[in-house]
């Protein structure tokens, strides 16, 4: 459990009643105003009202008694707020007295105070004592005027084998669907994280006016996940502050958890406050400060505690822009080039509404147990497979037999790596079987392909992977994959001609897939024809084609060129320099260039490097073997090191080998936030599995094994980065 700071909570408790004086003319104390923290933990928000409300002694126990409310699920720290709230109350007024208004009770749940969004509140009351569901009963018939705290952060859960997971809240969810998720223009938004689901509830539960305070993760300002959430709060309420505390460290890796987030987290932090008022303007006045990044937690803490309220803050008002970003906002002609790829194409029945180049796009596979369908052996990777779906079967078996389904969860096999599409096999009876033809091999990493058991069983999403480049990855289709704009990393791209993974470069990012051809039952265009005659028409009229042949005998331009000139636009360093934020937010526009054929070629070219680099000439780095003595005697392998030396070019691969003369240019050439060179040390690297059963049974790789296959794929990727660089810095050359 994260405490949350009491200069955070003194600063939006003085916030809040700031808020509520200027627009509804009365103090948080007043008779009238009922306050909800509807995640209380320990109770520290509402005791640190009931401080705030010090000194007003009558007012303070018709508050404590009718207009303070709070709720919490879990059993222990329901227990402690209760002590806490009694114990603060009994100080300040010298007199004990019972805190009616706690609940035992999971917020999300209890949508019976909702109004016309409740819907039907299911099984709510089953295990409650009859005092707590008249406490709840009695909770949602008051109007709630202001909800305050801190809702938990999110919802993804770190371990499928965890039974006891975040789970659904139908109701909710429904409601984030038809609102959040609607007006997402992000790629398969899945916006259910915990506190984006607070945010609706509190939204749905202050109904026509009232106060939202919440500090929680800080995505919501920025992330395009939330473009949706952005659009709606500010349709559904008036004013919105924003006091952003900064603090993510997956996104500036320079910033240190324990040092600069004021939770101590990985997550970024802000605190919000939402303000609803009855019949007053829609388009909601929106205000935001940020702390400076490299701010620590103590002197952003030190800081809020000297505010005291938000109006000691310097607030930018903020002018949303046409795709609902608030901070950061590009200022340039990114809108007025051609879209790669639009929802809208998609979906299109008709190509008469076509309006993108690409008809389709997917994220790549997501299996969700990555350490069971991938090897780097095929032998292994059979192995662990047939291992997999015995444990499976077995279990299919054993669990047949029990009359309460439910009880499923409580029997599972823990060697089994169980997600939510495998759970449901087992619950409708389907029986696995092992089948070699699915066996194939997906581009694991930049320029590191591994075996990948593509199965729809085994496989959590396939996403379009199947009809991209055919039900078990037999066809070999050229494809561009790039940085989803949710991406956590810097854009890149790539080109493939087999699945790629979803998590090309890395954990915390997407990778979306753009195939020349699609393979159905017959090989379709996905290059719309609407592309295809702009393009035309933009290069093959009469004034465009005397232009650009010089004399020279024309060339007409078709899909496959238009394939290549977009892979040579992406690499551009000016154009990703200039609209770096705009492919932040949103999937890349292709403008057109002067020179289409140059950048056709350029793109051909890179693309030949990229898909081709396992046949490239190497490029011969110096190798210096040394014997290990120590190992030698002991009768092991050398040592695995495999780091990178880029200022003296030297690559140390173990104790006994390093190749040196790596080229300067070599370590530019970068897809996220690593070189080429640089993700293929790290996946070729010894690890210990993290599955206890794949560490027990099959932990079998060992450098040694792939020693030589990784030198020479180091010679080749060289010369692919070497070569890249020189057309990227070619590039640089023309747009100057």
């Known amino acids: 459990m994260i405490y949350t700071p009491n200069e955070i909570v003194r600063f939006m408790i003085e916030s809040a009643d700031w808020l509520c004086e200027k627009h509804f003319g009365k103090n948080l104390i007043d008779s009238g105003v009922e306050i909800l923290d509807p995640a209380t933990g320990t109770g520290t928000f509402i005791c640190e009202l ?12 018709h508050k404590y008694k009718e207009e303070l409310h709070a709720n919490e699920v879990a059993i222990l720290p329901y227990y402690v707020a209760n002590l806490n709230i009694e114990a603060t109350y009994a100080a300040i007024t010298g007199q004990y007295a019972e805190f009616p208004n706690l609940c035992f009770v999971d917020t999300l749940d209890n949508v019976a105070g909702l109004g016309k969004f409740s819907g039907h509140q299911e099984e709510l009351f089953g295990a409650m004592s009859e005092e707590n569901v008249e406490r709840i009963k009695r909770q949602n018939k008051r109007k709630i005027s202001v909800i305050i705290g801190n809702p938990p952060y999110n919802a993804n859960q770190q371990n499928e084998n965890d039974n006891n997971k975040n789970r659904e809240y139908p109701r909710i969810d429904q409601r984030i669907k038809d609102t959040y998720i609607k007006e997402s223009t992000a790629q398969k938004t899945k916006l259910y994280d915990m506190y984006a689901r607070f945010f609706r509830w509190a939204s749905d539960r202050i109904k026509d006016e009232g106060i939202i305070a919440f500090v929680s993760n800080r995505s919501f300002v920025e992330s395009r996940t939330f473009d949706g959430f952005r659009k709606i709060v500010a349709q559904d309420f008036n004013e919105i502050w924003i006091a952003d505390l900064g603090g993510d460290v997956r996104a500036n890796p320079k910033l240190s958890g324990t040092k600069n987030n004021v939770f101590g987290i990985q997550t970024g932090v802000a605190i919000s406050f939402l303000v609803k008022r009855k019949n007053a303007r829609k388009a909601a006045h929106i205000y935001y400060a940020r702390r400076p990044e490299m701010d620590t937690a103590e002197d952003k803490l030190s800081f809020l505690s000297s505010a005291r309220c938000l109006v000691a803050l310097e607030f930018d008002e903020v002018k949303p822009d046409d795709k609902q970003n608030w901070i950061n906002l590009a200022q340039n002609d990114f809108g007025n080039f051609i879209p790669i790829g639009m929802k809208e194409t998609k979906a299109a029945k008709s190509k008469t509404v076509e309006r993108a180049i690409f008809k389709s796009f997917s994220f790549g596979v997501v299996t969700n147990r990555d350490d069971w369908v991938y090897d780097d052996d095929r032998a292994a990777l059979t192995k662990k497979i047939k291992y997999l779906i015995g444990t499976y079967n077995a279990d299919r078996e054993r669990l047949s037999r029990l009359r309460d389904r439910r009880l499923i969860a409580e029997q599972l096999d823990a060697g089994m790596k169980w997600t939510r599409a495998v759970k449901k096999d087992l619950q409708n009876g389907v029986v696995y079987r092992f089948d ?9 990493r930049p320029f590191y392909k591994r075996f990948l058991y593509f199965s729809p069983q085994l496989n959590e999403m396939q996403n379009l992977m199947g009809e991209f ?3 078990k990855n037999e066809h070999s289709i050229p494809s ?11 854009f890149m ?25 699609i393979v159905t039952d017959h090989s379709l265009d996905n290059i719309t024809d609407w592309a295809l005659e702009q393009f035309k028409t933009r290069y093959e009229s009469d004034r465009a084609t005397r232009s650009l042949t010089r004399g020279k005998r024309a060339r007409s331009v078709t899909k496959d060129t238009i394939f290549h000139y977009v892979y040579g636009v992406l690499h551009d360093p000016i154009y990703r320099e200039k609209y770096v934020l705009n492919l932040k937010r949103e999937f890349p526009r292709i403008p057109f260039y002067e020179d289409f054929w140059r950048w056709a070629d350029w793109g051909a070219a890179l693309m030949q490097l990229h898909i081709g680099y396992e046949q490239v000439k190497p490029w011969k780095l110096t190798r210096t073997d040394v014997k290990d003595e120590k190992s030698e005697k002991a009768g092991l392998s050398p040592k695995t090191i495999l780091k990178a030396d880029k200022e003296h070019g030297i690559i140390v691969l173990d104790s006994e080998t390093q190749l040196s003369a790596v ?12 070189s080429a060179l640089e993700w ?4 070729y690297k010894e690890k210990t599995p993290k599955d206890p059963t794949i560490r027990e049974k099959f932990n079998t790789y060992r450098f040694a094994d792939y020693k030589e296959k990784v030198v020479d794929l180091l010679d080749r990727v060289t010369r692919v980065s070497v070569e890249t660089q020189a057309i990227v810095e070619a590039m640089r050359e023309v747009g100057r």
């Open 50 to 61: 009931l401080e705030h409300f010090r000194g007003q002694k009558q007012k303070l126990l």
């Open 436 to 444: 070699p033809t699915f066996l194939t091999q997906a581009i694991y």
């Open 469 to 471: 480049f055919g039900p």
């Open 480 to 490: 561009i994959v790039f940085s989803d704009p949710t991406s956590q990393k810097p």
């Open 493 to 517: 791209v790539f080109s493939t001609n087999c699945c790629p993974d979803m998590h090309l470069v890395g954990a915390a990012s997407g990778a979306v897939t753009l195939p020349l051809r």
């Open 663 to 674: 080229p300067k240019e070599a370590w530019d050439y970068r897809l996220g936030n690593r």
């Open 680 to 683: 293929i040390l790290d996946q």
